[in-house]
């Protein structure tokens, strides 16, 4: 058997594929369709204090490659997702991650404080959704801002800490080395790219909040890049994705230097995307020989030198 375990920072996880934010909800409705404990871990959908209606409709268009979403971070509230949710993804058998998202500084402290108090296994900080015009968007463009909330943050809670950076930067390795310096436990490349879909018949764009999120496999290539960079700049384990439909998809971001994944847009076209895409890595590290998943981490060798 094809060695899976691994660990980010202070984090043991079954395996490197992960459910991403936005994409599984709650783990409720795919729980119909796979074993979830066979995951490493669901990220939780996006999370504020108090909740969130969202973005108007229509949300989601469909792209070449890929689609673009406008939910909004549409969402039931921290006080609700404690009573109603975290019982039931504390029993799935994977790693339970929640993903925050704040208008100020006081907002994420405040999450970040009383998750604390929980049975989760860590917090990822949303500093990055292009579909909200104020709060994490705001934060995670600045290299200062992404440090000073960091900091922050860590006072309040000694759960892991994971800071998901936003591609809608001019440098994401000032970003990443911001990450660091605040004291992020892991950073994860990359969200999804700010695009805009248009119909030519009504003249209007397809999205209710005009722009959204592109995801799928046409930002695989973005994500790649990313993540091979920022690896060579920072001491701390990274989580790649974007664009993952499959096997091959996530052992390349292992090679750019990923410790691990998380898989979007793929789930919401195969339900079961997440537990075929571990299994086909397996498969993949037969045929190559590779006895641990970690073996194929960090190992791209760039042309050139």
């Not at 079961?272 to 998943?293: H, K, N, S």
Request: charged residues 20%.
């Amino acid at each position: 058997m094809v060695k899976t375990a691994l660990q980010i920072g202070s984090l043991s996880l079954k395996n490197p594929v992960l459910a991403a934010s936005g994409t599984f909800g709650f783990g409720r409705e795919m729980a119909r369709f796979q074993d979830l404990s066979r995951l490493g871990g669901i990220c939780s959908k996006g999370l504020t204090l108090h909740p969130r209606a969202g973005n108007p409709p229509p949300r989601v268009a469909e792209t070449s490659c890929g689609m673009l979403n406008s939910v909004g971070l549409q969402n039931p509230g921290l006080d609700a997702f404690l009573r109603d949710e975290l019982p039931f993804m504390r029993q799935l058998g994977c790693a339970v991650i929640v993903n925050v998202a704040g208008h100020s500084t006081d907002e994420y402290c405040e999450m970040c404080r009383r998750l604390d108090q929980t049975a989760i296994d860590a917090i990822e900080l949303n500093l990055s959704c292009p579909n909200v015009r104020e709060g994490c968007m705001l934060i995670g463009s600045e290299a200062r801002q992404i440090e000073s909330l960091i900091r922050q943050v860590k006072l309040e809670t000694k759960k892991p800490v994971w800071a998901k950076l936003t591609p809608n930067v001019t440098s994401i390795a000032d970003m990443a080395l911001a990450a660091q310096r605040g004291g992020a436990d892991a950073i994860v490349l990359i969200n999804t790219l700010l695009g805009m879909a248009i119909d030519h018949r009504t003249r209007r764009p397809v999205l209710g909040n005009n722009t959204g999120g592109l995801s799928g496999p046409a930002i695989k290539p973005v994500a790649l890049r990313m993540v091979a960079e920022v690896s060579r700049l920072v001491d701390l384990p990274l989580i790649g994705v974007g664009g993952i439909m499959n096997g091959q998809d996530a052992l390349e971001f292992l090679v750019a230097g990923a410790s691990a994944v998380e898989v979007g847009t793929a789930s919401l076209i195969r339900p079961a995307a997440c537990q075929d895409i571990l299994a086909e890595m397996q498969a993949l590290a037969r045929v190559d020989g590779v006895d641990d998943l970690a073996e194929y981490r960090g190992t791209l060798q760039l042309w050139g030198g």
